[in-house]
């Protein structure tokens, strides 16, 4: 089954602190894997993508396929950096694109 | 840029109501996503359409059913209303021009409530 695991439902840290948003999935072939964020009353807008290998707004973020793992990071959080971020899964099978979100993490930054 | 648009923002139904829901895609995408987000859950994929034909089908309830335009416009059919239904409904489209390739670019979302 195509699954992604986000565990933690909020995350909160201060400012200057390193961030990681943990993210599992589980799918037997090789899926496309994205970061997807939602700032306060914004819509959902992509924050990275894992064949891109950038890194947005400080954000990084690796597969690791022996792990199934896609963890998000940032060395230094900002108070900006609050809002909801979904870890989203699109299977290589579909050639349609689909995505399969997680649950989403809370990103709390405090002052 | 322009965005995604959705229309209504808010809808207020009655059960076993019917309710449409429409989406306009940014300029030159071709490709439009359907996704539900009930109360405290993840968006659930629905049903996606590529060149006004349908692509992909997800837990789109048989109730509901759905159609792209010549103008690459979607609507989205709800029939016989539950109080399950109520959720917020997003649209996405994705395609040539703006954004990379398969990069879904989301709208606002359809707050729908069933009374």
């Known amino acids: 089954a195509q699954r992604v695991t986000q565990p933690e439902k909020l995350l909160s840290v201060f400012k200057g602190a390193p961030v990681e948003l943990k993210c599992n999935y589980s799918?037997?072939?090789?899926?496309?894997l994205f970061w997807y964020v939602q700032y306060s009353r914004q819509r959902l807008q992509l924050l990275l993508r894992?064949?891109s290998r950038e890194s947005i707004k400080g954000f990084t973020a690796d597969l690791n396929k022996g792990e199934t793992s896609f963890h998000l990071k940032k060395p230094f959080a900002q108070e900006e950096d609050s809002a909801m971020y979904y870890c989203?899964?699109?299977?290589?099978?579909?050639?349609?694109?689909?995505?399969?979100f997680g649950q989403g993490t809370t990103l709390q930054v405090k002052p | 840029a322009a965005g995604v648009i959705q229309s209504p923002r808010h809808l207020i139904k009655e059960k076993r109501e019917t309710a449409t829901l429409k989406c306009y895609p940014i300029?030159?995408?071709?490709?439009v996503y359907w996704y539900q987000q009930g109360p405290g859950q993840d968006p659930q994929f629905l049903i996606s359409?590529?060149?006004?034909?349908?692509?992909d089908k997800g837990s789109i309830p048989d109730r509901f059913s759905a159609q792209q335009f010549s103008d690459y416009h979607s609507e989205l059919n709800m029939s016989s209303l539950e109080l399950g239904d109520s959720a917020l409904y997003f649209c996405?489209?994705?395609?040539?021009?703006?954004?990379?390739?398969?990069?879904?670019?989301f709208g606002p979302g359809t707050r729908l409530t069933v009374l």
């Open positions: 996405a489209s994705s395609g040539p021009g703006q954004g990379s390739y398969n990069e879904q670019f």
């Open positions: 799918y037997s072939g090789s899926p496309e």
């Open positions: 894992h064949i």
């Open positions: 989203a899964l699109s299977p290589y099978s579909s050639n349609t694109g689909k995505l399969i």
């Open positions: 300029p030159r995408h071709d490709t």
């Open positions: 359409f590529y060149e006004k034909m349908q692509s």
